[in-house]
T-cell receptor, first 110, second 116 residues
Framework: GNSVTQMEGPVTLSEEAFLTINCTYT??????LFWYVQYPGEGLQLLLK?????DKGSNKGFEATYRKETTSFHLEKGSVQVSDSAVYFC?????????FGSGTQLTVLP | DAGVIQSPRHEVTEMGQEVTLRCKPI?????LFWYRQTMMRGLELLIY????????DSGMPEDRFSAKMPNASFSTLKIQPSEPRDSAVYFC??????????????FGSGTRLTVV
């Protein structure tokens, strides 16, 4: 079946540091890939997505590239801010439903 | 659009009591999902509906849990009787399509349930 494996957290960075959160997946067919963000006390919000191999999703300075050869969709940001502190979920979309990873807690210190 | 609206935001109840969580999806969305989030188990899909019909309830933990969608703009998740291990944040989400090729899910802000 489909599955998503995320880098375990928590991750703590200083402001302006470079961020990478790893995500790999197992799926049949050609799934879509997503990153969701959950700020404290809120629901999940779609951050970015990619629908086919080599697509790059981007939003708010975050980027992720759909790599079919390595079955990966790593999230990156060049310079994080305190306001980026949240839980980040990688997700895989198939014909059935979204499959979520376990989430990675990010804390950015000033 | 106001997004997916859930109520209440917080619920504290005693063990054995009935609890009802409510959700209003985004107008026009055909799919509605109920998720549960805990530290131990992460985000779990409980049940989803398509055009008000329950399609997959394999994630519902046990018979104490039930969900209904009487019309396109309203769904409930009921726990009767509630137990302390049901304490979690419950999210409702809606979507234009089950296949997420071009659509993500829109989540509500969740209901934090505490059973004492």
């Amino acid at each position: 079946g489909n599955s998503v494996t995320q880098m375990e957290g928590p991750v703590t960075l200083s402001e302006e540091a470079f961020l990478t959160i790893n995500c790999t997946y197992t799926a049949t067919g050609y799934p879509s890939l997503f990153w969701y963000v959950q700020y404290p006390g809120e629901g999940l919000q779609l951050l970015l997505k990619a629908t086919k191999a080599d697509d790059k999703g981007s939003n708010k300075g975050f980027e992720a590239t759909y790599r079919k050869e390595t079955t990966s969709f790593h999230l990156e940001k060049g310079s994080v801010q305190v306001s980026d502190s949240a839980v980040y979920f990688c997700a895989l979309g198939s014909a059935r439903q979204l499959t979520f990873g376990s989430g990675t807690q990010l804390t950015v210190l000033p | 659009d106001a997004g997916v609206i859930q109520s209440p935001r917080h619920e504290v109840t005693e063990m054995g009591q009935e609890v009802t969580l409510r959700c209003k999806p985004i107008s026009g969305h055909d799919y509605l999902f109920w998720y549960r989030q805990t530290m131990m188990r992460g985000l779990e899909l409980l049940i989803y509906f398509n055009n008000n019909v329950p399609i997959d309830d394999s994630g519902m933990p046990e018979d104490r849990f039930s969900a209904k969608m009487p019309n396109a703009s309203f769904s409930t998740l009921k726990i009767q009787p509630s137990e302390p291990r049901d304490s979690a944040v419950y999210f409702c989400a809606s979507s234009l399509a089950l296949s997420s090729s071009n659509y993500g899910y829109t989540f509500g802000s969740g209901t934090r349930l505490t059973v004492v």
